[in-house]
């Protein structure tokens, strides 16, 4: 969206700033400490000290990191954050970045440490009240050996003569307090936000109030769209809209025909009847299923129904007169990662809902600061019910992705009842939350069997269901042989044209979540 102008996002003036050193952990530690109910982001390491300064940060922490401190070009700090006066913790390549940057030794030593590991306090501040034998999780082969002047060591392990040490402003440590196991990690992380005397008020009821006030001075008396795709994050940021600004806003809901089994009923439901919010909902199959007659390669398959959709969209949505406003459901993950490193596009996410370059609205994107626990947070709190709030992502294209080959309307039909029998018999096991997706997927090939006394033609259903807390990799996840029994024989005794069911056991990587 070329033409397009982006909102501030309205964050508290405080934040506890997570500097990023490239390894996956920036973001735990920031939702750990937004756990702890303090606003923080994470930023990059080659910011200067007036830049860091210029954020107001009520603390900073340094993240681990793949690199060796020894290493000439490993990222480093200005050293000019160390005189700013605001509370430091490091973490792993944090904490040995700031002894080397102060004058002390990191050094090399024959054995690294890698997961569960005892560790022995000998005291300080920062592990106050914790035990002082616990266990921790450690990701290191380097490690401090001396401390730098003014600093004591608190804690060492077995292969980690320096695993805590601290100062009055400064503190590190060697192990990953932000990880599940670590069992008092979270315990530290709080400890450090109390003696650095940061006030720990932030909540979703804040979150809330912020966001109200800095969509209703955005947008004014003007008049706002939002797209729902059916998901978590267009619902949470349309009620969160509606809430600023009520009947200034106009949803539209494109059902593309690719939508699972009752979902466009629930949508309209929910947002039209439930929340009151004015909703354009355009029944838009026929165009989707023109489109992709003759198409079978996946990439081609996602173009037509992104293409469409915009079409489709356009035509809906040229009729809300004078809209300046377009809500977007954008995250925090997704600002994080789109500025960062990690660029190798496995799969062109053609997110229904992007818009074209020609459309010249500014963006209203209410959720830009929050993980996406947090939306859920908010969603509930906004009295979104529980079925959109914790809907399993589901990807734009629909069930387009979920059936292999041609897609057909004879086909959606196939699919969506099969998946249907997934969810339903997962969520009757209480196995919903715990998996990240589960789905059925329709492939394009058929096998024979035999029902009662007759030969049987039919097309298999792959059942995936995939544990994941990133999206990057994920799982397989293990269902109970009876659960997985219940959907076998249920998909084939009331799907017609079903005769055979598959659990897909490969993770990701190798595999991808989405079969196309
Ligand atoms: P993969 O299949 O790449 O999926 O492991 C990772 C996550 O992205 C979702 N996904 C998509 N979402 N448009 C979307 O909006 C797409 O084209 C698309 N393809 C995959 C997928 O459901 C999973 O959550």
Redesign the pocket.
Known sequence: MSASVHAAAATPDQPVLVVDFGAQYAQLIARRVREANVYSEIVAPDLSASEYAALSPAGIIFSGGPASVNVDGAPAIDPGVYELGVPILGICYGAQLIASQLGGTVTRFEAGEYGRTDMTVAGGDLLEGLPRSQSVWMSHFDCISDVPEGFTVTASTEHAPVAAFESDGVCGVQYHPEVSHTPHGQAVIERWLDRSGITRTWTMANIIDEQVAAIREQVGSGRAICGLSGGVDSAVAAALVHKAIGPQLTCVYVDTGLMRKNESDQVVETFQKTQGIELIHVQAADDFFVKLAGLTEPESK?KAIGETFIRVFERASAGIDDAHFLVQGTLYPDIVESGGKHAST???????GGLPDDMTFALVEPLRALFKDEVRKVGTELGLPDEIVWRQ?????GLG?RIIGEVTPDKVAVLQEADHIVREVLRDAGLEREI??SFAVLPDIRSVGVMGDERTYGYPIIVRAVTSED?MT?DWARIPYDVLETISSRVINEVDGVNRVGYDITS?PP????WE
């Open positions: 996602r496995i799969k062109s996410h053609h997110n229904v992502p589901f990807p734009g294209p992705v990240f997706q999206v994920a990701k595999g991808t979540i989405e």
